[in-house]
């Protein structure tokens, strides 16, 4: 899954990457599904906070040394997706649990998928009373309630923990760290942009990121781009322009207005930079489809024919009827209570500028949910800014990973901020890409970020064990 | 106040210290009260967690170098009372702000004092509903949402800020160190038992130091207590035994079970031990007394000497008409939801046995409250298990303070964890000695004690000075 983390305002955000570009894992069978009875308030002693719902978890003991020998356990923890597509596509902790003999455990994010309280999905969703319990705080409780059941059946409470997530996912692993040290020795946070909050990013990072990478594929690509959103908006305005538009860009249904076809190119080139992964590297081939139009083509010839060398000409793609996800729905909601990711478009992009503004963010939003966003909650409870000052002496165990092509790693930790709380990143690197599965075709480079990934956590649990050994013997 | 945490069960528990034996601050006027509009439930956003109440919280600027110098913070953090009795009793502050330039604050805890959520105190304790948003986690995220606030208000976002507090108020402080480093370089947490939950600790810790404190103190004397019990039951069970008791203890009214009794006197030692404290010493006094009864008299006037020794004999004692305070109140649900502090005496002390049954106790607060307690939480949430292993290589900045003769100690942390979670312990203190205000007559352990503490904290305040600046120049 990886989801994009979408800004609000992006309605046809396709945020999935496409999955038959990515290596899947074989061995779903290996995988026993359980239950937990999850409280479904841990914060609050009201008698409806004592309601239990179903959290679904998935272990695969097939690589375990087993709690005798203490043997690891690699806990992946769920992010806004049913945790299905996980299990699917993302592929660390199956390529190392047999060399760290580990358990692997994934455990799906309160509200998708099957673990979902009160009713449907829609139902949880649609009652204000219900939604309310959807929130990163009650989620990493749930895991800490989990991990704790976990250890105490198993009877592994000298297991070492690694959590592991990537996007807001990863965000989460990095807050477990910090808020449960006594549940997980440490944490890989893939492409968590765990500073994207209350303006300690420029709201323009996102869209710089993915400028950037256009550019740097193309100077010629970039400047096609640049100049195609004046160009529809022109032809748009012309009698009959909507149709116009519609045929050239073989749209499902006819435009209605030229931001249908402006929010789709928009969604396009930023899942393209924020999954821009080999071996097919999407942005490269929309810019080879831009730069590679026949001679003399004019701007929106050029901009079909990015669009069609990505995702073909078979069927069409603009202004598809609109099947929201959980993914799309639950993560509206989140993005409109807590997890306030300010996400503009300044004049510096490639795009028209649509600076993010937190006052119509947050009318939107109280529109929308009957409640206001709580844009400083994020920082007040996980921290942030000054993140090197208060963290360069506190805590310990956490990699953020990014690829420095990901749109999201303006918002990550980009620099090592202590010994043991390290950023590893790659020059090349997309969304979350070091937690997917390995395949022959990979890059020499990122070879190389995911084995310093792994020796730094075998670093972790050798000193974890070295530790538990001198504490037994003192 | 420095409350005792009283253990359910113990009806009479008398737990606030003689306030006429402490030093008591005559700078009140120093202070300036301030409310915030604090949120009601932070880890929620169900319309009704929305709700703001008035959060009580007071400021002595008198002392503070100002933003400019990001002179530091010293922040008190109430406990489970009306803060008004802190700002009396409670020194550290107040003596030692001169020398650090710092900005005094004390904040009230939620539910208590003039920081009562949706009506008055009773009401909101009456109402499952309300009371359920009366806990810890939701108690340190208030602290949180104050410390932002004032750090914007007063423009002072470089100041370090140090939080102090004891007894349940010193496991908020340690806490908060852990949950919220971005708020505060450190903390100073007085006698707080952070380890006494969930097994961690024997159940009868407690009850074994109160023992300890009257053996060491005289033998004779926990002879005479030892044998009473069952001498009080003999009587007791005699014809008109009732009376004789009710007589012979000057009771405030007929007893109508010999427990009552009992109970007053397990309290009476209990708060002996807890506060025992210089110049006078209670327990000393009680086995002065005890001791010192005129030769040959029988067990029981050798406990009213004791008794009358503490306490005087101008009124009765035992037996007292109730007057329940928001303290006996409110901890008592604390500690029936979240706070599960299982204090049982085993056969090793000078009481009756009476085990922690968890059971019982479970069923005793559902009854009262209707929801059951949640035993395992505060591990969960905060940890406590392992924790050497857990936090020496974890966290920095937190003293452990306890005087060992403080049954509490019994659950504290005694032992350094690492060279900056450290434990400050005096062989001879009481139960919050080191934060109350410092007097002419204060014994010389108490006064390095205090030292010791004063130049840990310089030590993380310089250290925080100087990586501030190699941050600003880097």
Redesign the interface.
Known sequence: MIPKLSPIGDKIFHHHPDQSLLSTNDDTQDYKTFYYRQ?L???????E??TRFSQRYLINFKYWGGANSSAPIFVYLGEEAPIDGDLEVIGFLTDNAPSFNALIVYIEHRFYGESVPLGSFDEALKN??T?????S??AI?DY??VI?HLKKTLNA?KSPVIVIGGSYGGMLASWFR??????AIGALASSAPILYFDRITPSNGYYSVVTKDFREASESCYETILKSWSEIDRVASEADGLSILSQRFNTCRPLNKSSELKDYLDSLYASAAQYNQPPRYPVSVICGGIDGASFGSDILTKIYSGLVALKGNATCKVNQPLNQTQTDKGWRWQTC??MVIPIGRGNETMFPADPFHIKSFVKECKKIY???P?P??V???Y???????????????IIFSNGLRDPYSSGGVLDNISD?IVAVRTVNGSHCLDILRSSASDPEWLIKQREEEIKIIKGWIS?YYA??AA?KVS
Chains 1, 2 share one sequence.
């Open positions: 409280t308030d841990h914060f609050n002693y009201r008698p906070s004592y204000a009373e939604r309310g319990y959807f929130n705080a009650q409780a800490a309630a704790r409470q910090l808020k449960y040290p006594h549940m209570s807590e009957g409640v206001s709580r400083h909650w920082t007040t409870y921290g942030g800014h000054d993140i090197k000052l208060v963290l360069q002496k506190f805590g310990s165990n043991s000193q530790d538990l504490l």
